[in-house]
């Protein structure tokens, strides 16, 4: 008798493979035969290369260089990868009358397509036309102020997690905003951390598997951490302790294509391999922190997998001391989310890879490249 789970994996794969054939053969180049003698028989296989500073030769993946073919024109898509490292959105700061700041964010909700890989367009629900949304950005005890208008064909919200009051939560009855109208939530940034913002509008899955959601870090004040002082201040975005790392946002997200409640695409930042593709570039002298979120829905477990090194982990983002030591891989369900710190300073310069330890989703386009590199004089 046929096994019926792998008959539905078979299936899977062969829709995506029929689907992207028939998109103008901006398919997966899946298992030719000469591929793989070139890559098990001659060393690496070079892929074509990009320009740009985060831009390197690309190692083709073995095992038939599995890889989406073409480019996503980012400037037609309305927002790029790679930008989105470092796209902090820290909006506007002014002075409450008791001299505290007030930092406010404008975001609104829109319908866009968007492509999602090489001529595979995905119809999105965005907060700010791009998904995921903008990263935001706020210093401990500061007051938060999210003007929320929605634009788009459904009723929407934002639920922050976070710490506020009930009429602040972004459920149905407590911010929830039709087309047309908007509402502004409001409330003091606690606790610091990696925190996270999403559509929680029903169906809830519907709404965050269609783009709604995006990172949200509230940095430590160091005068509130008097024991841990220089290592909240290396947090805290514009010191001078922050510049001497390397800051990049990854949410970790996936797309279902034909709507049957199974992701045909992985990726961090949205684009499938894009990071593989263009391998993002790190000074190898330097520390590297990174913000991790996972969003992906029907699929329970995310991890992260880094190649040729360890790193320590902050789970949530709450702690000033490490709640893992020296991992090489930390798995998070959907919405979990931490901040990882490493460095390549004992290492050669190269190409280091970076995936989930789900083969699946690697293959299907989570999956990306550390260009570590000498500082510039």
């Known amino acids: 008798m046929d096994n019926p789970v792998k008959q539905d994996l078979l299936g899977r ?3 995506l493979m029929g689907g992207l054939a028939a998109a103008g053969g901006t398919a997966i180049c899946a298992g030719a035969a000469l591929a793989q003698q070139a890559t098990h028989g001659g060393g ?29 024109d980012s400037s037609v898509n309305g927002f790029d990868p790679t930008d989105m490292l470092t796209d902090w959105e820290t909006g506007t700061v002014s002075v409450l009358p008791d001299g505290r700041t007030l930092r406010t964010f404008e975001m609104t909700a829109q319908d ?3 492509e999602i890989a090489p001529g595979i367009t995905f119809p999105a629900w965005t907060y700010n036309g791009r998904v995921p949304g903008p990263a935001l950005r706020a210093k401990e005890g500061e007051r938060l102020r999210i003007v929320f208008r929605n634009y788009a064909s459904h009723p929407h919200s934002i639920h922050f997690h976070g710490i506020h009051a009930a009429r602040m939560d972004g459920v149905p009855g407590a911010g929830m905003v039709d087309p047309g109208d908007e509402f502004v939530y409001e409330f003091d940034a606690k606790p610091f951390g990696c925190h996270l913002y999403h559509c929680h509008a029903m169906p809830l899955r519907r709404h965050l598997h269609k783009g709604m959601y995006g990172a949200f870090v509230i940095d430590p004040d160091p005068e509130r951490h008097p024991d841990h002082v220089d290592v909240a201040r290396s947090r805290l975005l514009g010191t001078a302790e922050n510049a001497g790392w390397q800051e990049l946002v990854m949410v970790m997200n996936a797309f279902d294509t034909n709507f049957d409640a199974e992701n045909e695409f992985y990726a961090v930042n949205t684009v499938a391999h894009a990071f593989m593709k263009r391998p993002i570039r790190i000074v190898k002298g330097k520390p590297v922190r990174i913000y991790l979120v996972n969003v992906i829905e029907f699929d329970p477990i995310n991890s992260f997998h880094l190649h040729a090194n360890f790193f320590d982990y902050f789970d949530q983002g ?11 891989l930390i798995t998070q369900c959907q919405a979990q989310r931490g901040i990882l710190e490493f460095t ?10 970076f995936h989930p330890h789900q083969t699946e989703f690697t293959e299907l386009g ?5 260009d570590v590199v000498e500082a510039q004089a």
């Open 112 to 114: 866009r397509d968007i």
């Open 318 to 328: 709450t702690t000033l001391t490490p709640t893992l030591k020296t991992v090489d």
């Open 44 to 72: 690496h296989q070079m892929a074509a290369q990009t320009s740009g500073d985060m831009a390197a030769p690309m190692p083709a993946m073995g095992h038939g260089a599995m890889m989406t073919i073409g480019d996503v």
């Open 366 to 370: 989570w999956v990306g490249m550390f």
């Open 344 to 353: 390549f300073a004992e290492h050669e310069p190269g190409l280091y890879m």
């Open 13 to 15: 794969r062969s829709l």
